[in-house]
C-alpha cells in the first residue's frame, strides 16, 4: 500500500528544541542555535534526492535494482513532491525518524556515527529508507534498497573538500558524479548553504556545476568575501552533447548587526567565462 502525506508546497519547519532554519532568497538555508552542515546536508537531500536517484535508471544500471525496486523507486520519483515537510528534533532517545501527518520529523541524533557527523551518502541512504518505508510500510525492503543505493551510488560519487580560512569561519563544498556541487559557509553559530546561488550563475540548461578551487577567503567588520574558480558541465541529452564551460567567482556574504550572516543581501558573481570545449 502507498501513502504519502500530500503538500502542495514544501515547507521546512522545526519542532521544539529543532534547529532554526530559514529560506534565504536565492534558494539558500541557514541553520543557528548550533545548527551544523549535517543539519544543511539532510535539508538538501530532502530536497533534491529525486535527482541523484534518477540515475539509477541511465543505461549504464549503475543501481542494478531487481524489478520490485525499480517499481517502488519509480513511484517515489513519481510522487516525491508529495513527500510533505522535513524536521528535525534533538531527542536522546535512540530512534532514527518519525512520521508525522505533515511529514518526517529525524532525530538529530541520527545525523552522527556516536559524535561525528554522517557523511553525506549516509545521509541520502537514511532520507531514502525513511521515504521508503512510510511509502511501502515495509522495513526490511526499505532498509536493503537504502544501503543497495548507498554501496552503488550515494557512496561511489562523494568527495569532500574544506577550504578554512580560519577557526571562526570556513568554507566547505562538496563535490558529486554529474550533480551540483553542495557549497556552505561556517561558523559555531551558523551555517549558510549557497548551493542554488551558483546553480543560478549556470549557463547551462540542463547541466551542473563544480568549484574548482578557493583563491582566497577574507573576513573582515562587514562580512565574508571570497574568490575561486567554477566550472559548468551542460548537457543536451538528445544530441549526446557536453559543452564545459569555466570562469571565476566572487562571493559576499555580509554581516548583520548581531554579526550574524545577513542572508539577504549575500551576493555570488562569476566572471570571464569562457567555453573550453563542446563535444
Not at 569561519?169 to 556552505?184: I, K, L, R
Not at 559555531?188 to 547541466?207: A, Q, R, V
Not at 551542473?208 to 571570497?226: A, E, H, K, T
Not at 555570488?268 to 573550453?276: A, D, F, G, K, N
Request: glycine share 6%; charged share 20%.
Amino acid at each position: 500500500m502507498h501513502y504519502f502525506c500530500k503538500s502542495a508546497i514544501i515547507l521546512i519547519t522545526y519542532l521544539l528544541l529543532a534547529t532554526t532554519l530559514k529560506a534565504a532568497e536565492g534558494g539558500g538555508h541557514t541553520v543557528g542555535n548550533g545548527g551544523d552542515l549535517s543539519e544543511l546536508y539532510i535539508i538538501e537531500i530532502w530536497l533534491n534526492l529525486d535527482k541523484k536517484i534518477e540515475y539509477c535508471f541511465e543505461s549504464t544500471d549503475p543501481c542494478q535494482l531487481l524489478a520490485t525496486e525499480k517499481n517502488e523507486i519509480k513511484f517515489l520519483l513519481n510522487h516525491f513532491n508529495e513527500k510533505g515537510d522535513i524536521h528535525l528534533k534533538a531527542s536522546a532517545n535512540p530512534w532514527e525518524f518519525k512520521f508525522d501527518a505533515d511529514g518526517i520529523t529525524f532525530n538529530k541524533k541520527a545525523l552522527y556515527n556516536n559524535e561525528t557527523p554522517k557523511s553525506y551518502g549516509e545521509l541520502q541512504a537514511l532520507v531514502l529508507k525513511a521515504l521508503l518505508l512510510k511509502q511501502t510500510g515495509d522495513s526490511e525492503f526499505s532498509q536493503l534498497l537504502a544501503e543497495k543505493l548507498k554501496t552503488r551510488l550515494f557512496l561511489s560519487s562523494f568527495e569532500r573538500h574544506t577550504f578554512f580560512n580560519s577557526k571562526k569561519y570556513s568554507m566547505h563544498w562538496t563535490q558529486f558524479t554529474h550533480q551540483n556541487d553542495f557549497v556552505a559557509i561556517d561558523s559555531p553559530e551558523f551555517s549558510f548553504e549557497i548551493s542554488n546561488y551558483f546553480l543560478k550563475t549556470s549557463p547551462c540548461e540542463i547541466g551542473y556545476f563544480q568549484l574548482q578551487r578557493v583563491l582566497s577567503m577574507q573576513v573582515d567588520y562587514s562580512g565574508i568575501y571570497v574568490k575561486g574558480d567554477i566550472s559548468y558541465i551542460c548537457t543536451v541529452s538528445q544530441q549526446n552533447a557536453v559543452t564545459r564551460y569555466r570562469g571565476k567567482f566572487y562571493l559576499n556574504l555580509p554581516f548583520d548587526s548581531n554579526h550574524g550572516f545577513d542572508t539577504n543581501l549575500f551576493n555570488v558573481s562569476v566572471y570571464q567565462l569562457e567555453l573550453l570545449n563542446e563535444q
